[in-house]
C-alpha cells in the first residue's frame, strides 16, 4: 500500500528564515510526485509536478526537489503570506480502475512570522 | 485559466433535507473528482468521473449520489446526511482521462463548506 509521510506536522519560521518541508513516500514504481498549497477553508492550489528523481522546480521563494524516496520543498526567504499547509501528493500505481486516485501526506502547517 | 468553480460556498441542511452541491470547469477536462476533508486531515477521494463515466467510488455511503451532466458539469447529491458528514468539499478536475498513467495534474476548486445539523 501506497504511504506519504510528511514532517514536520508544523514549523514556524520568522520571516526571512528559510527551511525545507520533507515529503518522504513508499510507493512500487513511482510516476512522480505533486505539491500543493492549501488556505485554511479552501481548495488546494496546485504548485509543482515532479516527474522523476533528481528533477527540481522553483516558483518564486519555492524550490520543489525529489529523490527515489523522499521530496523537499525549500522555502527561500519566506514571508507572513507564505502560511498555509503545504501538502504532497502521488499518484496510485494500481493503474486501470485506480486511476486519478492520490495519495496526500497529512501535510505540513507553516506559519512565518513577520 | 485553471479554474473550476464550486456552488454554494456554504451549506447548512438537516438530516431530513435534500440539497446539492455543483462542481463546474470550462478547461476541457475529462476527469472530474469529489473529495471529502476533514479539518486538519488531507483530501479524502469520494468518486471519480472519466469521461462521464463514474470509475471510482471509494465505498461512499449511498446518501451521496454523483452525477456528471456533461463534461464540464459534476454534480453531488445529497439527501438524509448524518452530523459527522459535516466537511468541507472539494471538486477537482484533470485534463486527461483513463490511460494517461494517473500523472494528470488535479486542479481543486475552493470547496463548499457543509454542516449538518
Known amino acids: 500500500e501506497d504511504q506519504v509521510t510528511q514532517s514536520p506536522e508544523a514549523l514556524r519560521l520568522q520571516e526571512g528564515e528559510s527551511s525545507s518541508l520533507n515529503c518522504s513516500y513508499t510507493v512500487s514504481g513511482l510516476r512522480g510526485l505533486f505539491w500543493y498549497r492549501q488556505d485554511p477553508g479552501k481548495g488546494p492550489e496546485f504548485l509543482f509536478t515532479?516527474?522523476?528523481a533528481g528533477e527540481e522546480k522553483e516558483k518564486e521563494r519555492l524550490k520543489a526537489t525529489l529523490t527515489k524516496k523522499e521530496s523537499f520543498l525549500h522555502i527561500t526567504a519566506p514571508k507572513p503570506e507564505d502560511s498555509a499547509t503545504y501538502l504532497c501528493?502521488?499518484?496510485?500505481?494500481?493503474?486501470?480502475?485506480?486511476?486519478?486516485?492520490?495519495?496526500f501526506g497529512q501535510g505540513t502547517i507553516l506559519t512565518v512570522h513577520p | 485559466d485553471t479554474e473550476v468553480t464550486q456552488t454554494p460556498k456554504h451549506l447548512v441542511m438537516g438530516m431530513t433535507n435534500k440539497k446539492s452541491l455543483k462542481c463546474e470547469q470550462h478547461m476541457g477536462h475529462r476527469a472530474m473528482y469529489w473529495y471529502k476533508q476533514k479539518a486538519k486531515k488531507p483530501p479524502e477521494l469520494m468518486f471519480v468521473?472519466?469521461?462521464?463515466?463514474?470509475?471510482i467510488n471509494e465505498s461512499v455511503p449511498s446518501r451521496f449520489s454523483p452525477e456528471c451532466p456533461n463534461s464540464s458539469l459534476l454534480n453531488l447529491h445529497l439527501h438524509a446526511l448524518q452530523p459527522e458528514d459535516s466537511a468541507l468539499y472539494l471538486c477537482a478536475s484533470s485534463l486527461v482521462g483513463a490511460g494517461a498513467g494517473g500523472m494528470d495534474t488535479q486542479y481543486f476548486g475552493p470547496g463548499t463548506r457543509l454542516t449538518v445539523l
Open positions: 501528493a502521488v499518484p496510485s500505481n494500481a493503474g486501470g480502475t485506480s486511476y486519478g486516485k492520490l495519495t
Open positions: 468521473y472519466s469521461y462521464e463515466k463514474l470509475s
Open positions: 515532479l516527474y522523476s
